[in-house]
């Protein structure tokens, strides 16, 4: 099995004027859909070219939408429209921000394409097309394939949503050495992490020119797309491969002075290996989830090796281990540890330094004791965030990596979206491994020992590679050691040559094995030379210059990692530089650039977004012209728009679980969603450049999940700011300017400045008001329970007495809507119900995203009232500018924009 790298190419769409309803068309006609992969030694160059007709005679709006692999680099986007290339270009994010806003500004479509690195991107442009006319979209992404399991595995998802007159994909491999496996299985439509098919796809065709090279086509007649549904195919084209593996030091490929070193050494025996499973048995992990695990870890134990050592530690707000010590892998012991996991339950909350440090523990006496020199390894899985003991994440961090003085390589494995997986990121990278997500899917147990398989064979560790001879610029190498070598993986080690005419490269390579000391040195014959030398690669994608491009992929990808890696903020702000200057060197879009395409438009259609989804796909085929991020837009058809006054009576306020409650203008009602974030995350609620207003709140768990097994989360501490002041709150206490200190439980009131002023009320509530041009008056209302409570925890709520002089540009979670105005719809009036919502609208915008509304209710805290609202479900998806992670922010006194938004932005 090896990594699956996904494209999503979903069907353009049509916006049947303003107020009817979104639905797939044939008006916008995609007649020709041609994807090429470039294959050059493992690096892979994809171009998705899309020609898309109007054969309507008026203007119709097509989309453009594509799901890319999270490893992959956005190099190059266009458009060809009336004849005119419309290209894309790569700029640092915050510049790409201001020419977005610039562009939108000017009456011109506009839109830009940011890479994250937790989630898989998404890359959409929506453009309008003339009666009678066609638009041509030329899509590149550039990505290393890694070998898993002996297997390198290009997948490509195509859903175009109909049957396309012209679809082809072609393949081509080329490699260093013989192609020994080669397989295509049938396009691939559930369980997307199942790549274990051995049958072939009846309608791909492969040719071999040589023992190197290989291509794969596959063009489905438009009957073959028929029978596999109605609206065309929709699954993963998957090819498989390896090459010929000998007892070396691997290849190196040479091309303009710029080399590439692959090295997955064949026969070496297997390192027998210490290794510790700490599974979260919480409260959330009860039910499915915690069956997957028992499911998973009934094979994964049955994969131990004889002479390898291990236990089992489940944790939730207490430890339980199945054995006090390490013991070996007997066929007893493994029935015994099968038994223990087979019997664990779910319940309390989640303590995951008092895990981790614990375990580390027992590694360290069963090392001493036994004198052992195995590799330790810890498999860590958890669904959550810490909610006791240590919850700071930081903290934990530093912690862990001060305790792990052994070196133990520790394998996060985050459960479902309720992680917080930059934490498991960051936690993994400093005590050397890695974090995966693991889907709350049905194929989750499949997804555990996938990964088990993929760590369960250690080959060699504390591997160090060495070039000879002062022939290679050291300061431009990729990383050349590794912690761990896995059987079926591979090393690569990029950099530049001091003299690019060498014939050969002297090298050196140490390491730890199963046999001792592993010491290898040799010399190696290059394969290249100048780029005019090289005249066997496929230059179709320009692939003679592959290796510079390689190595630059490759240090981004370091960089990157180590920013994540990193406590230090200086560190992160000098690596985040490095990465920027190679992404624009390079054109790539990733984490710290934009990609900004511009087109003359009609100002008064407005529209062409490049955007990003904020949840993983896995590469799923998408069903409708939105990403992952927004349901389907709902129909206005028989619904008509409610007449009511302009100004709202209401006040906008975040309190409780945390409910949100907005105040609309144009509705009777206030609109109500929840926000469902990991404790410990911050959420912007308030930015105002103009008056330099922010508030921003951290979000804290209760102690145990309640009958549902549900962990809610409130707000535990909020903070407020302008230019001058910070006043930092929490249920205990009132910190001003990070000096003065104000207590709870008296009425006080204390002037900062002749324009800022603060009123404690007792024990309920402080208001902090913002007079002279401002006029605004924000309210925190203090929440405690009883003490020593068993589950619930003190919280804070946010209200927004006062909008004053607020600006048009104020944003964040509540701020985006102060200045708002919605019309709502309804088959008639008060009629609306679960199953029959009403539609809310706002007025005017550019994109009009009409979401559902349910009538709903909500406790206003503070008056001790209901209110009746319009509720919109799922984190408030299709309501909010985004979704509610685009407004978490790093720090409390965070002061900038959480996130360059711009749906509802410049709506007046």
């Known amino acids: ?393 930081n903290t934990i961090t530093r912690l862990v990596k001060e305790a792990n003085d052994r070196k133990c390589t520790l394998f996060s494995l985050g459960f479902g979206s309720g992680v917080d997986f930059s934490f498991l990121q960051q936690l993994s990278l400093q005590n050397r491994g890695l974090a995966r997500k693991i889907y709350a899917d049905s194929d989750a147990s499949m997804q555990l020992r996938g990964f088990y398989s993929e760590v369960a064979t250690p080959i060699l560790n504390n591997v160090k590679i060495e070039y000879l001879d002062n022939t290679v610029d050291n300061t431009t190498l990729t990383k050349s050691v590794f912690y761990n070598f896995f059987n079926g993986s591979e090393i690569i080690v990029a950099g530049r040559l001091r003299d690019d005419t060498v014939d050969n490269l002297a090298l050196k390579i140490t390491a730890n094995s199963a046999n001792g000391v592993f010491d290898m040195d040799m010399d190696i014959n290059v394969i290249g030379g100048t780029s005019s030398e090289v005249t066997d690669i496929p230059s179709a994608a320009g692939l003679t210059q592959f290796t510079e491009r390689l190595w630059a992929y490759l240090t981004i990808k370091e960089i990157l990692e180590k920013r994540v890696e990193s406590s230090d903020n200086v560190e992160k702000e000098l690596l985040k530089q490095k990465a920027l200057e190679l992404s624009l060197k390079y054109h790539f879009v990733t984490p710290v650039t934009s990609m900004l395409v511009v087109k003359p438009d009609d100002p008064e259609k407005n529209v062409g977004d490049l955007d990003e989804s904020d949840e993983p796909s896995r590469g799923r085929a998408h069903h409708t012209a939105y990403t992952a991020r927004r349901p389907a837009r709902p129909s206005l058809s028989g619904r008509v728009p409610m007449k009511t006054a302009v100004a709202s009576k209401h006040t906008s306020f975040a309190d409780n679980d945390p409910h949100f409650l907005i105040a609309i203008n144009g509705s009777d009602r206030p609109i109500c969603f929840d926000v469902d974030g990991p404790a410990g995350s911050i959420f912007q609620l308030l930015h105002d450049d103009v008056t330099n207003i922010t508030v921003n709140a951290r979000v804290v768990a209760s102690k145990k999940p309640d009958s549902r097994g549900k962990t809610r989360t409130f707000f535990g501490e909020i903070v407020v700011m302008n230019s001058k002041n910070s006043i930092v709150i929490t249920p205990t206490k009132i910190k001003v300017n990070t000096k003065q200190k104000l207590r709870w439980g008296t009425t006080k009131t204390v002037m900062l400045s002749k324009d800022v002023t603060i009123t404690v009320h007792r024990k309920k509530k402080l208001i902090i008001s913002f007079k002279g041009d401002h006029d605004v008056e924000l309210t925190i209302a203090r929440h405690k329970v009883r003490p020593n409570h068993p589950s619930k925890v003190d919280f804070l709520g946010f209200y927004i007495d006062k909008r004053g002089s607020l600006s048009q540009k104020t944003h964040g979670l509540i701020g985006q809507f102060l200045h708002r105005t919605a019309t709502v719809y309804e088959t008639a009036p008060g009629l609306s119900t679960d199953a029959n919502p009403a539609i809310l609208l706002f007025t005017p915008t550019r994109q009009r995203v009409p979401v559902d509304a349910r009538p709903g209710k909500r406790r206003n805290m503070l008056t001790d009232t209901h209110v009746k609202c319009w509720h919109i479900r799922e984190n408030g998806i299709g309501f909010l500018d985004g979704t509610f992670k685009d407004y978490m922010v790093p720090s409390l006194k965070y002061a900038k924009l959480a996130s360059p938004l711009v749906q509802f932005n410049g709506d007046t």
């Open 1 to 393: 099995m090896g990594i699956i790298t996904a494209l999503v190419i979903p069907f353009a769409y049509l916006v049947c004027g303003a107020l009817s309803e979104v639905k797939p068309i044939r008006d916008v006609e995609i007649y020709s859909l041609h994807i090429r992969s470039d294959i050059a030694y493992r690096f892979a160059t994809t171009t998705v070219v899309s020609q898309v007709a109007n054969t309507a005679k008026d203007s119709k709006e097509a989309v453009f939408d594509v799901q890319l692999p999270k490893s992959a680099f956005i190099s190059n986007f266009s458009m060809l429209i009336d004849g005119k290339e419309y290209s894309g270009q790569v700029k640092e994010k915050e510049q790409a921000k201001r020419d977005y806003e610039k562009a939108k500004s000017a009456g011109k479509t506009a839109g830009h394409v940011s890479a994250k690195p937790r989630d898989t991107n998404a890359f959409k442009v929506a453009v309008n097309i003339a009666a009678l006319s066609k638009i041509t979209f030329t899509l590149t992404y550039e990505e290393l394939l890694k070998r898993k399991l002996g297997l390198y595995e290009h997948v490509i998802n195509v859903n175009p949503g109909q049957v396309v007159r012209d679809l082809k994909i072609d393949v081509y491999i080329h490699e260093s050495r013989e192609i020994t496996v080669l397989k295509v299985p049938p396009l691939k439509t559930v369980n997307p992490n199942d790549v274990t098919a051995i049958r072939v796809n009846p309608y791909a065709q492969i040719t071999r020119d040589a023992p190197n090279k290989a291509f794969v086509t596959y063009m489905p007649t438009m009957e073959q797309q028929q029978n596999s549904s109605g609206n065309g195919i929709s699954g993963q084209f998957i090819v498989q491969y390896d090459v010929k593996r000998n007892f070396d030091a691997g290849d190196i490929q040479v091309v303009d002075g710029y080399f590439v070193h692959y090295f997955a050494p064949q026969g070496l025996p297997a390192v027998n290996k210490n290794v510790m499973f700490i599974l979260d048995v919480s409260g959330s992990m009860s039910g499915r989830k915690i069956q997957q695990v028992k499911n998973a870890m009934d094979t994964v134990l049955e994969d131990l090796r004889p002479g390898d050592y291990f236990n089992v530690m489940a944790f939730s707000s207490w430890l339980k281990y199945w054995r006090n010590e390490m013991v070996p892998a007997s066929n007893k012991n493994i029935q015994s540890g099968k038994l223990f996991t087979k019997n664990m339950k779910a319940g309390g909350s989640t303590n995951i330094y008092h895990a981790i440090s614990e375990a580390l523990k027992l590694l360290k006496d069963h090392e001493l004791k036994k004198e052992s020199k195995l590799p330790s390894i810890i498999i860590f899985l958890t669904d959550g965030d810490p909610t006791e003991g240590e919850t700071n994440t």
